[in-house]
């Protein structure tokens, strides 16, 4: 069992950053994937983005893309999203999600979806003022 705990969230003014990173406990982390999904008051969970160790691919929402970078860590800390020239849309509770399962064909719309991750964390908030 892994289990996942992000930090790094706060308060920022608009356009500055933040860097959430994901640990995991419990065992080193072997899964094959690493997502972030964000849940704004009032919204359902969204897919912000997401790595995938197998090929070393990337992806973004488009409200993100440019301004947002995921990459890997280490192992105790797999996986961190870089937040750069935050908005106030950006205010949310950010989670970290694992995929345990190795999956060579997944398509970039598996790694949006929520129910392609097996582990997720309890959350951090991020609040942009404008």
């Known amino acids: 069992q892994v289990q996942l705990v992000e930090s790094g969230g706060g308060l920022v003014q608009a356009g500055g950053s933040l860097k959430l990173s994901c640990a995991a406990s419990?065992?080193?982390?072997?899964?094959?994937?690493m997502g972030w999904f964000r849940r704004a008051p009032g919204t359902e969970r969204e897919f912000v983005s997401a790595?995938?160790?197998?090929?070393?691919?990337?992806y973004y929402r488009d409200s993100v893309r440019g301004r947002f970078t995921i990459a890997r860590d280490n192992a105790k800390n797999p996986v961190y999203l870089q937040m750069n020239s935050l908005k106030p849309e950006d205010t949310a509770v950010y989670y970290c999600?694992?995929?345990?399962?190795?999956?060579?064909?997944?398509?970039?719309?598996?790694?949006?979806?929520?129910?392609?991750?097996?582990?997720w964390g309890q959350g951090t908030q991020v609040t942009v003022s404008s």
């Open positions: 790595f995938s160790y197998s090929d070393g691919n990337t």
């Open positions: 419990g065992r080193t982390f072997t899964g094959s994937a």
């Open positions: 999600a694992a995929r345990r399962l190795w999956s060579p064909g997944a398509s970039a719309s598996d790694y949006e979806r929520d129910t392609f991750y097996d582990y």
